[in-house]
T-cell receptor, first 115, second 111 residues
Framework: DVKVTQSSRYLVKRTGEKVFLECVQDMDHENMFWYRQDPGLGLRLIYFSYDVKMKEKGDIPEGYSVSREKKERFSLILESASTNQTSMYLC??????????????FGAGSRLTVL | GQNIDQPTEMTATEGAIVQINCTYQTSGFNGLFWYQQHAGEAPTFLSYNVLDGLEEKGRFSSFLSRSKGYSYLLLKELQMKDSASYLCAVRPPNSGYALNFGKGTSLLVTP
């Protein structure tokens, strides 16, 4: 089974802090994604990456950056956390081709609270 | 872009059949997906449709009509464990396999 691991399940940070959310997948997937999930708004795409050192903006990239230095790891960075970034953050991965490209496998999520 | 609409909440009885509808407006289309998400857990993949018609997978079936921008997820023989949120998602062209999700339908199965 594909496993997507998010390092922190719950985080509490203060406004202005720099926050790193880490995601690691163990199935050699090319594609990785960061979403945030908020009540009434659903899942919204922040950034995605289809290869090492490659990144593409999603629908709501403002206030976020990402890093993909290794194939298995995709990090989401909040340079200066704000209260409106309080949310559940979900990482996902998928393979680049074949039937596996149809399936996003999600991590368990990181619930971030910014005070 | 994509506008994806699905009902916010639905309630159904154990053992019954329920249909969750999803409509979308898209400038391109590379497939429609359904995911299930239990409270506090990650979304898990249920089904994928790229051609018109019905895809059946056990108690769950998914239907797609591309000309109408319409899909539904059909759940048969409902069980209490089917209480969850059901997410409709569309994969736009040139998205690098990223999905655009609807806001989800929260299904409550009652005894």
């Amino acid at each position: 089974d594909v496993k997507v691991t998010q390092s922190s399940r719950y985080l509490v940070k203060r406004t202005g802090e720099k926050v790193f959310l880490e995601c690691v997948q163990d199935m050699d997937h090319e594609n990785m994604f960061w979403y945030r999930q908020d009540p009434g708004l659903g899942l919204r795409l922040i950034y995605f990456s289809y290869d090492v050192k490659m990144k593409e903006k999603g629908d709501i990239p403002e206030g976020y950056s990402v890093s993909r230095e290794k194939k298995e790891r995709f990090s989401l960075i909040l340079e200066s956390a704000s209260t409106n970034q309080t949310s559940m953050y979900l990482c996902a991965s998928s393979s680049a081709g074949g039937s596996g490209a149809n399936v996003l496998t999600f991590g368990a999520g990181s619930r971030l609270t910014v005070l | 872009g994509q506008n994806i609409d699905q009902p916010t909440e639905m309630t159904a009885t154990e053992g019954a059949i329920v249909q969750i509808n999803c409509t979308y407006q898209t400038s391109g289309f590379n497939g429609l997906f359904w995911y299930q998400q239990h409270a506090g857990e990650a979304p898990t993949f249920l089904s994928y449709n790229v051609l018109d018609g019905l895809e059946e997978k056990g108690r769950f079936s998914s239907f797609l009509s591309r000309s109408k921008g319409y899909s539904y997820l059909l759940l048969k023989e409902l069980q209490m464990k089917d209480s969850a949120s059901y997410l409709c998602a569309v994969r736009p062209p040139n998205s690098g396999y990223a999905l655009n999700f609807g806001k989800g339908t929260s299904l409550l199965v009652t005894p």
